[in-house]
């Protein structure tokens, strides 16, 4: 190492998501030395991981190695690990298998999922934050449909065959409208004994509306869609108990071999550690530069972050586009004072672009709020696409994700429809040949 | 039921590798009744799973939903189940969920992996017979540079930084060469604290040379090939230990991390229960028509069957072609069977057709064998992309796995490489930052 190499400082950030990548690319020409650690190898396509357990997409076609996003940015290096806490005195972060001190450290490391309190939910609600998760439950999906076939009890094949999601958000309204259609388009001449467009595939928030962070117009919009496709949607309804085969959704309970959970988020445990102000869901409530009180060099971005929009005053959404922005705004921050050898005075708050938000339904189906106006059907559908298209790592993702798409689209066929993993199947009583 | 379907012949087919698709297509036109049931939901295109366990191909680009590839053909009905054994006298099957009555079975369930008697080392040096098998070996290798990265320790980074494949076989030479090519080639600009091009690859093969159902041309040119590549291959060598962290190649001990395992192959259990002569791989010896000494009900095939070709004398090897040819042999003498309502006096035996061998070894290295001719380099390549593009089942899939391959041709890089499922990296002595 080179005198001038040991005076740079060292950047760390923790989490490769959408904030972290960001911010990492960001300081492309930072004369600094930047760390990305990460818990898994890749960079995760999160909009899309529903498309990966419905059996559209393949893992690798939403999800990037880490390293080979940074293979060319001679000024990062990247590690795999979990980070346990942080020493804000000593500016040193804990992973559980190596420390690594820091100058500036950004902390991007995401959200998990929240059962609040009912941890014990998730064995039989699993939830989608990871690859593995979305396989897991590609398998309970495409498994259900299986046992369903040789189930000759009526009650229990009815049980099988009833799926439900919690939670009336774009994930909860996503994978409700592919849930519908993977039922109803893509197999049923594949079975025999089981008439799978009887299915049922039921959609459970909390809330008076769907999509709460959209339009009004574009929550009454994705009801109606949802409905014409089959999907029941229960507004205003709580999830009181889960149990092996059973839900109860207020005081009815309902046989049900299959639930979603997409109802929360909540943030990654090792803020309780740092000794700083959260809110409800766990997240860091941050300065307007989006540093912690009281340690300029330590910042938190994405979802991991409570953030307030400088101008409008209102909460940041935890959203892609907000990630990124946090990132690189960071970023310049750094660049900034990095180059000029000393802390800004007064840091800039951070402003957050809203570029408009959407989801997507169903075949020809999605809704988009964008510069307050709202627009749906084939038109939102078609600019949903081109929209997640673009931001994937990569060209040849790029392609391979519409090749996939297209050909989904004209065939309905879903292509990645693989059971892996070790799962028994259960049946109650058997259909005997 | 109508009463013409009532006295429909049940067949049974169990195994949805080549020889029971096999059979089960071209029974088609068969006024019978088709039960096919496999463990998995998905058939296997098994000669390229090495690149999924290299992280060249996703898990859907080389397997398909049996359900999808029989949704037309009327007279079959398909399930998920595992063979537990057989009551010939009853003529029943029986699965760990389910029991089927047959008039004609055709046991097409294939092979797992022969440990000789040391099934300890499965742990230690996994096999390849799945998708979840091949993912899990992708995420070995993967596992191991990244924990090389943290690795401290020279010797315990060297131990993490050596593959040995045991088997010198089409599967060991074809992931020997990979192997090599991942750390030559598609990595090494990914990693800052190690040099990837020193990574070793050994190859051990218990006879003495390479490829033994090729010519001794082929073999010699294997081995050319993989040496001008780096890969250490030692002939003659037996593996007599396999412990954490050690393997010993005869009296030699080698720190090594990376086992895998390619040395041989035994039938599935159940032939046991079965009480017919087997060889000494647990594979079930067939009368020249693959039925069962005792039961012309009862046929085996495909790399269950130890069968002879009529022809030649030799043993039918244990290739998809071969099965595929058994499969469909199978089902033409049942096909006349059935329509002419009653068994023939004399079965023609089973021939079988060898097409020619290949196997590949690296960007523009293959060696192939066909009608007494063999070739090498850039041609053989090539013909071998070709042959293993046109039988992958649906034209989506030939499409998405040209592309793959083009792209990881021109592009030199990998795009699979994920590492999915739980593993815990360990590493003896950290890198301290």
Redo the contacts between chains.
């Keep these: 190492m080179t005198t001038s190499e040991l005076s740079k400082k060292n950047i760390l950030i923790v989490g490769g998501g959408f904030a972290g990548i960001g911010c990492a690319k960001k300081l492309a020409n930072c004369a600094a030395s930047i760390?990305l650690i990460d818990r898994?190898?890749?960079h995760l396509f999160q909009p899309l991981l529903y498309q990966v357990a419905t059996a559209v997409l393949?893992?690798?076609?939403i999800?990037s190695?880490i390293?080979?996003i940074f293979?060319?940015q001679e000024n990062v290096?990247?590690?795999?690990?979990e980070l346990s806490g942080v020493d804000l005195e000593k500016r040193i972060a804990h992973f559980d298998?190596?420390?690594?001190?820091y100058d500036y450290l950004v902390l991007a490391a995401g959200a998990r999922d929240e059962y609040f309190g009912k941890d014990e939910w998730a064995q039989l609600a699993p939830a989608m934050k990871t690859?593995?998760d979305a396989?897991d439950i590609r398998r309970r999906v495409?498994m259900a449909y299986?046992a369903a076939?040789?189930e000759a009890d009526e009650s229990a094949r009815r049980a099988k065959l009833t799926f439900v999601v919690v939670g009336g958000g774009p994930t909860g309204v996503e994978m409700a409208g592919a849930l519908k259609e993977i039922a109803a388009k893509t197999?049923p001449?594949?079975?025999?004994n089981i008439d799978t467009t009887t299915a049922r595939v039921i959609l459970v928030e909390g809330g008076g509306r769907l999509l709460a962070a959209m339009p009004e117009k574009a929550s009454e919009q994705a009801m109606r869609d949802l409905e014409k496709m089959g999907v029941e949607v229960r507004l205003n309804s709580f999830v009181t108990d889960i149990s092996p085969g059973m839900i109860s959704i207020g005081n009815e309970k309902l046989a049900v071999e299959n639930i979603i959970w997409a109802a929360g988020v909540r943030a990654c445990k090792f803020t309780e550690t740092l000794g700083v102000e959260l809110d409800r869901a766990g997240r860091v409530v941050v300065n307007p530069d989006l540093s912690i009180p009281g340690h300029p060099e330590v910042f938190v971005v994405g979802d991991l972050a409570h953030a307030f929009d400088e101008k409008s005053g209102r909460p940041v959404p935890g959203v892609a586009p907000a990630a990124i922005q946090m990132g690189e705004y960071v970023a310049e921050l750094l660049g900034r004072e990095i180059e000029s050898g000393a802390a800004e005075a007064e840091r800039k708050p951070f402003r957050y672009h809203d570029k408009g938000s959407m989801a997507t339904i169903g075949r020809n189906r999605a809704v988009a709020a964008i510069k307050g106006r709202t627009f749906s059907g084939f038109p939102a559908w078609l600019f949903w696409g081109i929209v997640h298209l673009i931001p994937l790592v990569g060209f040849?993702?790029r392609?391979?994700v519409m090749?996939s798409w297209a050909?989904s689209y004209f065939?309905f066929?879903k292509?990645?429809?693989?059971?892996?993993?070790?799962i028994k199947?259960k049946?109650k009583r058997?259909?005997?040949?």
Tied chains: 1, 2.
Excluded at 97 to 101: F, I, R, T, Y
Aim: without cysteine; aromatic residues 10%.
């Design positions: 760390t898994h190898n890749y393949s893992p690798a076609d999800a190695p390293r080979h293979y060319k290096r990247v590690g795999m690990g298998n190596v420390d690594v001190k690859i593995d396989l495409l299986e076939e040789w197999i001449k594949d079975f025999s040849r993702r392609l391979s090749f050909w065939s066929t292509n990645a429809r693989l059971i892996t993993g070790n199947m049946v058997l259909r005997r040949d």
